[in-house]
């Protein structure tokens, strides 16, 4: 099996019952797999909540390493609206022509930087720096800081052989704390300060919906990114006629980005909290007990999507939900498809091929299924186009 090749190992139980199960901590889930499952159920907010206990509807779940309610992704409409309405506009500046002129830089600099070095593990040596060098654009914050956040690796929550780790959590949450004590005493035009400034309701953001909204951003944009990145890299040195063609098609890159987003989501599955005694498929769900949508599950169903277990890097119809669906689709995914469109661009434009040499697949265990979700570590090389 090629190294760039991501089996789907909820494929039997979606055609069978459509749901599985998961022990997440003693707190069980119900995982659904269906894409219109899936989708009717991230719409229907007032029996699958998000505004539950914080940390709860992550899985596996943080209600052990953090009390901070993230903003707004862990809020329920109407207030959930209300919430978004504010940090939405942030969050669309990648597409203005002027913020993608500075990713191309980055991103440029970083391809050379790496055409240069001969072998490099993509996911620490590339994936890394470019998703921090990046997230400084998003946050408007100088470009050291990148440094900073590239120290922490590649999940903010979790160490090596650590499902959760409260000690590095603590890091991001002190960290957070500062710039938005610096952002009070020195307000200037980063996010922090933008957000310190926002009216709500008739009031300014308090320090703790600002930290909220900041430990989103940190947390739900890391490894995330980072997967993607990875990903798409290593389906392009297995397929290295991708590259030529988009050389030669430039237009169906965007395209391209949906597709390797379909493929290879990033992020498996995301939790609800459940309100009241219901079913789904058929199968009785306790009120109080949690659900998860399995986006990954989702994008690969054979009743959507012809051929779901191919990357059609030209797919015409792409219903895809690896940015979530309905009230809660990724805040981030203007800068996450912005990083990917101008990273496939800059490829083509510098690298000949990539050539694999080995690699560590990063797999989850999700009791009955385990799921291949990116790499530990997958070192390449990189031929430059001459």
Avoid at 15 to 25: E, F, T, V, W
Avoid at 209 to 231: H, P, Q, S
């Amino acid at each position: 099996m090629k190294k760039s090749e991501f089996p789907d190992p909820f494929e039997k139980a979606r055609l069978d019952k459509g749901y599985g199960k998961m022990n997440d901590q003693d707190d069980p889930v119900t995982m659904l797999l269906r894409h219109k499952d899936v989708r009717k159920s991230a719409h229907n907010y007032k029996t699958f909540q998000s505004g539950a206990q914080p940390g709860r509807i992550v899985v596996p779940s943080e209600v052990n390493i953090r009390d901070t309610r993230q903003i707004p992704f862990e809020v329920d409409p109407p207030v959930h609206g209300e919430y978004r309405a504010i940090v939405e506009p942030w969050f669309k500046r990648p597409l203005q022509p002027e913020y993608q002129e500075k990713l191309s830089v980055q991103i440029s600099n970083l391809v050379d930087e790496i055409i240069n070095n001969g072998t490099v593990d993509v996911v620490n040596g590339f994936a890394l720096p470019l998703q921090s060098r990046a997230l400084t654009l998003l946050l408007n914050t100088p470009f050291s800081e990148a440094e900073t956040w590239i120290s922490w690796g590649t999940h903010v929550f979790r160490s090596e052989g650590e499902a959760l780790d409260g000690d590095k959590a603590n890091i991001l949450y002190n960290y957070i704390d500062d710039q938005i004590e610096r952002a009070v005493k020195e307000p200037g035009d980063d996010m922090y300060s933008v957000l310190l400034s926002s009216d709500f309701q008739g009031r300014k953001l308090t320090r703790e919906e600002v930290k909220g909204v900041m430990v989103l951003t940190f947390a739900g944009g890391r490894d995330t990114v980072i997967n993607a990145v990875t990903n798409s890299i290593s389906y392009l040195a297995e397929h290295p006629e991708s590259l030529e063609r988009f050389r030669k098609e430039p237009e169906i890159i965007g395209k391209a980005v949906e597709e390797f987003i379909r493929y290879f989501s990033p992020l498996t599955q995301m939790g609800r909290v459940v309100t009241e005694d219901t079913q789904v498929c058929e199968h009785a769900i306790k009120a109080d007990s949690r659900i998860s949508l399995c986006w990954a599950s989702a994008n690969r169903d054979a009743s959507v999507f012809e051929n779901p277990n191919e990357i059609v890097l030209d797919r015409k119809i792409n219903p895809h939900v690896g940015f979530g669906f309905s009230h809660h689709n990724c805040l981030g995914a203007a800068h996450a498809r912005q990083i990917l469109k101008i990273l496939l661009s800059t490829l083509a434009e510098k690298v000949a091929n990539i050539e694999i040499v080995d690699g560590k697949e990063n797999i989850e265990d999700l009791d009955e299924f385990k799921r291949k979700v990116g790499f530990d570590q997958i070192n390449v090389k990189f031929k430059k186009l001459t």
